[in-house]
C-alpha cells in the first residue's frame, strides 16, 4: 500500500473509534479495516445495533475505497517518475495522560506558592510579554489557530477562530474582551483556582487576548460567591498596573490596555455570554437573541468577544512555548491541557490538570484514587458538567476525555467537570435535583425553558418515588424534546440533555420504579 | 375498589395543590414580590452610611448590582430607624433609585433577579449549604439537616438571637471539596462583610464552626479537611511536586 494514502479506516482515531467504545464483539473489526478489506465479511451477527454501525462503517469504508483505487492509478503513474519515496509519517501517539509537571501551565494550581507579582514572575509570568504584544494582533491569532486550542468554557469552539472574528478595523467603536468568570456550572471549580491561585496568569492572557482581538479594555465578569477570589484578582490588577504592565503603554509596548473587574450577584445564567452582556450593563442577566453576535454587536452595542477564564489564561503559554507544543498533547482537534474537576464518589476527589483526550479510567485512578468501594461500584459518571448526558459505566469502561470522543458516544466535555456517582447513588434523585437546578436558574425570558424546566422538574420528583405511568417517560422524552433548540439560550438544551441521557440510559430503572409504586398502591388498596 | 383508589388520588392532589404556596417558601427560590410588614415598607426611612452610599450619576444602572450588594451588607448607623443587616428593605431600594436618579422598578428589577439579594430579614450570620447533586451525593442534605436540627429553625428562618439563618444556595462552585457550606458575614456592616467557604464540612464540624462564630471566633476558612491542601487530592497531592521553573520561552524573535 502506498506510504501516502490511507484509507478512512486506518487512522486510529476516525470511522473505527465510533464504533470501538460502543460494542466489544466488534474490537476485531479493527485490525481487518485497517487493511480495507470488506467489512461486511468479518461483522459479527451479534444483533440489529452491531449491523447498524457496521453498516455505517462500510459506507464510509465504501468511498475510501473508491477515493483508493482512484489515487492508486494516480500513484502508478507518477511512480515511473522515479520520485524518491517520502519518509514515513511520525508515529502517531495513542496513549494520553501521564502529563509531567514541567508541561503543566497552572504550576499554582493548590495555592502552595505566593500568588500574587513576585511569585508570578518567578513561576514565568509577565516574560517577554512587550515582544509578544509588539508582535501584533495577526500574528498572536495565526499562532491561537496553529494550536488548536478550543474554547475551555464548555462549547469547544476554536478560539483562534473565534477571535478572528473580531473587526480588522475600528468603525469607530471600541472593542472589547470580556472574560467568563462567572463559574456556576455544577461540578465545576477550575477557574476559582486560576483567579486566586495564578491571578498574574488571567491578567497576561487578557492582554494577549485583547491585542489579539484589538480591544481596548478587558472586564473580568466573577461570579459574585467568589469574595475572596475577587479580592485576590484586584489585589493581582492593582500590582499590575503600579508596574506599568497593564494601563497606559502596558509592558512598554504602546499598546494601551485596561481592566475592569466586574462582579455578580448569583445567576448561573449569567454564565451564558449575551446574559453576560446584559449583567455587566447592569441590568437582568436575561440573553440577548443571537444574531446579532456579541462580536458584531456586544457590550454597550460594541464589538465584543467572551471567553472561559482558562482559554484566556493559557494563551501567554502557548504563545511562549510554540503552538505545536501545545497541539503535541491530545488528539487531533483535541489538542492541549485541561482542568479536570473530579467530585462525587471518588476516594479523594479533585482539581487536576491533565492531557486531552486521556481515558477516563486512567484519570480517576492515577489522581483520585479511584471510584468509591472499586470500579465495578460505579454506576454513571457525568463527564462534563451538569449539562452533559450522563454516562453509564460500560461507556465509562474506555471513552477517553475530549471533545469529539464524547460527543461520540453522545455527551460531551463541556467543562472537564467529571462527577462520579457510584452505585449507592439514586441517579433519579440526582438528576431530579439536577432539573431543580435549572428551574430555578432559568431567567423566565422564553416559555419552553420558564415552563419546561418547571414540568420536567415536577414530573422528575414524581419519578422518584415512581408516582407515574410507563406511558410517562415517553412524553418526559418529548418535553426535553420540546424545549431543546427552542429557547433563547442552551439552557434549554441543558437543562434538557440531563433528562434525556437518564432516559436514554437508565429507563429500566425508571420503569421498574414505576411498577414498583403501581404494585404497592394495589397492595394497599386491597388491603 | 377502584372507587377508593380514585378518591385516594383526589386527596393527594388537592393536598399537592394546598401545600404548593409552603412548598415554594422552603425551597430556595425566594418569592418574586413583596408584601408590605411592619419592618419593611416603603414609608419607613432609610438612610446610607458613607461606605455604601451610591455615588454615581444620574440614570447610571451600570454595577446596579454591585452598588445593590454594598447596601445588602450595611448595618444600622445611629440614628437610622431600619437596621438591615444583610438584606434589602423595599425603602432601601426606592432610596438607591432615587440617587441615581432611575425608577424604583430598574433596581427592584437587578434585586429580584439575582439569588444573593436577601430581600427578607436573615440572620448577622447567614449560613448557606450548597444543595444541587455533586454536593448533594457527598451528603450536603445530612449538612443541612444537622444545622437546621442544632439551630432549631427552618430553612430561612433566622433563630431568636438574631444571630443566625440558614439558607440554601444553588451550585457554588467548589465542587472538589463537597459538602460545603458558606458563612455571609453581616456583623460588621459593609466594611467588615467576608463570605467565607468552609468546604469538605461533616455534621459534627459544621456545629463546630457555628459555635465558634457564636463565641465571635474567626474559624478558618478554605477546606476542613486537614489532610487537603485546597483543591488537592485528599493524602498529597499527585501533581506539581516540587518547586515551579518558569517555562523555556521559545526564540520569539525568530517566528
Known sequence: MPQHIKPVGCEPFGAVEFIFPVHHSIKKLHCYISYGMDVSLVVPMKGVLSLQRAAVLSRLNGNSRVAARLFSTQSATTANTAQPPPPPPPPEKTHFGGLKDEDRIFTNLYGIHDPFLKGAMKRGDWYRTKDIVIKGSDWIVNEMKKSGLRGRGGAGFPSGLKWSFMPKVSDGRPSYLVVNADESEPGTCKDREIMRNDPHRLLEGCLIAGVGMRATAAYIYIRGEYVNERLNLEKARKEAYAAGLLGKNACGSGYDFDVHIHFGAGAYICGEETALLESLEGKQGKPRLKPPFPANAGLYGCPTTVTNVETVAVSPTILRRGPEWFSSFGRKNNSGTKLFCISGHVNKPCTVEEEMSISLKELLERHCGGVRGGWDNLLAVIPGGSSVPLLPKHICEDVLMDFDALKAVQSGLGTAAVIVMDKSTDVVDAIARLSYFYKHESCGQCTPCREGTGWLWMIMERMKTGNAKLEEIDMLQEVTKQIEGHTICALGDAAAWPVQGLIRHFRPELERRIREHAERELLQAAA | ?255
Open chain 2, 1 to 255: 375498589m377502584l372507587g377508593r383508589l380514585a378518591s385516594r388520588r383526589l386527596t393527594e392532589i388537592r393536598q399537592v395543590f394546598r401545600q404548593s404556596p409552603q412548598a415554594t417558601r422552603s425551597l430556595s427560590a425566594a418569592l418574586n414580590y413583596h408584601l408590605d410588614s411592619p419592618d419593611n415598607n416603603p414609608d419607613l426611612p432609610w438612610e446610607f452610611s458613607d461606605a455604601n452610599k451610591p455615588k454615581t450619576g444620574k440614570g447610571d444602572i451600570v454595577s446596579l448590582s454591585v452598588k445593590l450588594q454594598a447596601v445588602c451588607s450595611h448595618s444600622s448607623a445611629g440614628s437610622c430607624t431600619t437596621a438591615a443587616w444583610g438584606w434589602l428593605p423595599v425603602s432601601a431600594m426606592n432610596a438607591v433609585a432615587k440617587v441615581i436618579e432611575v425608577a424604583p422598578i430598574r433596581v427592584y428589577e437587578v434585586a429580584t433577579f439575582y439569588s444573593m439579594f436577601n430581600r427578607a430579614k436573615v440572620g448577622k450570620y447567614h449560613l448557606l449549604v450548597c444543595g444541587t447533586t455533586p454536593c448533594m451525593i457527598r451528603g450536603s442534605r445530612d449538612i443541612e439537616d444537622a444545622l437546621l436540627k442544632h439551630l432549631g429553625v427552618k430553612r430561612n428562618e433566622v433563630t431568636k438571637d438574631g444571630l443566625f439563618s440558614v439558607g440554601e444556595m444553588e451550585c457554588m462552585g467548589c465542587c472538589v471539596n463537597a459538602p460545603m457550606i458558606t458563612v455571609a458575614d453581616y456583623s460588621n456592616g459593609s466594611e467588615g462583610y467576608t463570605y467565607n467557604y468552609y468546604e469538605d464540612v461533616t455534621p459534627k464540624r459544621v456545629v463546630e464552626i457555628v459555635e465558634a462564630l457564636r463565641r465571635g471566633e474567626k474559624p478558618p476558612r478554605g477546606t476542613q479537611n486537614p489532610q487537603r491542601i485546597n483543591c488537592g487530592p485528599e493524602g498529597g497531592n499527585t501533581t506539581l511536586l516540587g518547586e515551579p521553573k518558569p517555562p523555556p520561552c521559545r526564540d520569539l524573535d525568530a517566528c
